[in-house]
């Protein structure tokens, strides 16, 4: 069905496992997927998991990200919504299950490529169906007169974040390099702020006016220039706190301004979720 956004929306429902073994509980909504224009013949699918990008040729459909594996009947309906050509390449921008759960079906009907790091985060954490093919600096895909590029800009995120890039469309696909609400750093998997903002510079320094972030909606490219200016202005704030003693059990609450939108998301929750290793990297550059 179309919605009043003009996005086309998938319904689906599915009956609760269980209710063979135990009583009818009722049939359950799944978070509804939809599917957005972002240029011609480029679409997001957004909703549940990571944003997946959508670049449809005449001879396959390039993906980046498949979401989870339960999204992967609604990910295949919506893409046929917008091409009648078979799904042959996902690209992975990185390895969490978010972005790269639906690995365990599409890698029966397609090639998975991901940066080295991401698959090698992938297999020390025992995640399913990990890329067959990797790269390191640069990669692409031609298909059907279409060229997708991926490149490795630096750490961030994580130590293997790869910026897609859709050169004749003038737009890149992030992943969680570029997040809507506020970013996560997942030092456990190498990432790092200081990385984070000369990556961002990397990647301004391609020619796009649209960014697809891994959560969120559709950015352009001052977007993501304030994302860039935003990490550098939290890094000082943190940089700021442990100067003035902060101890790393009061810096995330001390680090919430209103100036700061990513410190106030869902109450300082999502900074949190990178404390105490921000504070740590902070820390270890002071003199
Ligand atoms: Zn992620």
Known sequence: MINSMGKIVLASVFVAGAFVATAFTGVQAQQDLTIEQVKEGLYAIMGSGGNVGVRVTSEGVILIDDKYPQNFADIQALVATVSDQPVRYVLNTHHHGDHAGGNVEYINIAEIIA???????????????????????????????????????????????????????????????????????????GGSSAGWVATM????????????????????????????????????????????????????????????SWTMAENGLFMQRSIPGFYDEIAAGLP
């Open 115 to 189: 940066h080295q790091n991401a698959r090698d985060n992938m297999v020390r954490g025992n995640q399913d169906a990990p890329p067959r093919v990797v790269f390191t600096d640069q990669t692409a895909v031609y298909l059907g007169g279409v060229q997708v590029r991926a490149f490795y800009m630096g750490t961030g995120h994580t130590n293997g974040d790869a910026v897609i890039y859709f050169p004749d469309l003038r737009t890149v696909h992030g992943g969680d390099l570029l997040h809507g609400t506020a970013p996560f750093i997942d030092y456990a998997n």
């Open 201 to 260: 510079n990397n990647v301004l320094a391609l020619d796009f006016d649209t960014a697809i972030p891994g959560h969120g909606a559709i950015m352009d490219r001052s977007d993501v220039v304030a994302f860039r200016n935003q990490m550098e202005a939290v890094r000082a704030r943190m940089a700021d706190l442990i100067r003035a003693g902060t101890s790393k059990d009061q810096a995330s609450e001390r680090i919430r301004a209103q100036s700061l």
